[in-house]
T-cell receptor
């Protein structure tokens, strides 16, 4: 079992709709959770961090965390063509762990 | 520009040669990380520095890889006797003491070993 799993996609969503991206992780002691956006040929860009159960909203983005289910998601409201990218879920493990473990990413395409 | 910078951006080398990459973190970021990313995969952790101390090193990092961060500022990653399997994007990230786990990536160095 991979430590962090994402559906690789591609996920195709019409412009203006809600895009929903999902991620599961295997280490129950994981402490911190992040979403990165990566455009083709570019490096990952941090867009959201979440540390406790529940929802965290930032503009059109909402991160959701459920530690009991070992599940984290990212919702993108009012999707725009510029949101087309690969979205990487990253997890920091137990206390003291510094590294991030990334999923393989979900490729999202927003169709005009 | 106050982002993480990496040099060179691209490096083509022949198998068996040594290469060195440089990373300059965001000013005041005391933590620095190296990752490697291959096509279709997420970044894989290589090593981590807090100030000048190298505190964690992945088992992925063979003896051919070495990293330094003298004086806790810029960092270098050296690969000796490169192999074709070393071809990848090498990413550097840094984080701020007040938000130590939020890592900001540089543009990366794309290595091609022929």
């Amino acid at each position: 079992q991979k430590e962090v799993e994402q559906n690789s996609g591609p996920l195709s969503v019409p412009e203006g709709a809600i895009a929903s991206l999902n991620c599961t992780y295997s280490d129950r002691g994981s402490q911190s959770f992040f979403w990165y956006r990566q455009y083709s040929g570019k490096s990952p860009e941090l867009i959201m961090s979440i540390y406790s159960n529940g929802d965290k909203e930032d503009g059109r983005f909402t991160a959701q965390l459920n530690k009991a289910s070992q599940y984290v998601s990212l919702l993108i409201r009012d999707s725009q063509p510029s949101d087309s990218a690969t979205y990487l879920c990253a997890v920091r493990g137990n206390q003291g762990a510094q590294k991030l473990v990334f999923g393989q990413g979900t490729r999202l395409t927003i169709n005009p | 520009d106050t982002g993480v910078s990496q040099n060179p951006r691209h490096k083509i080398t022949k198998r068996g040669q040594n290469v060195t990459f440089r990373c300059d973190p965001i000013s005041e970021h005391n933590r620095l990380y190296w990752y490697r990313q291959t096509l279709g995969q997420g970044p894989e952790f290589l090593t981590y520095f807090q100030n000048e101390a190298q505190l964690e090193k992945s088992r992925l990092l063979s003896d051919r890889f070495s990293a330094e961060r003298p004086k806790g500022s810029f960092s270098t990653l050296e690969i000796q006797r490169t192999e074709q399997g070393d071809s990848a994007m090498y990413l550097c990230a840094s984080s701020y003491p007040r938000a130590p786990y939020e890592q900001y990536f540089g543009p990366g160095t794309r290595l091609t070993v022929t």
